[in-house]
């Protein structure tokens, strides 16, 4: 993952799933890019 991407205004996108113990996991996430927001 580039994390050079995440920044304050960047539009993201991901699926989680919440365990039991409260731990939220993901296997990818979609950030915008060039003012491209990922579908939702």
Known sequence: MNRVALVS???A???V???A???I???RV???K???KPPQ
């Open 9 to 11: 205004i960047a539009g």
């Open 13 to 15: 996108f991901a699926l």
């Open 17 to 19: 799933s919440a365990a």
């Open 21 to 23: 113990d409260g731990k």
């Open 25 to 27: 996991t993901t296997g």
């Open 30 to 32: 979609a950030v915008s």
């Open 34 to 36: 060039d003012g491209v």
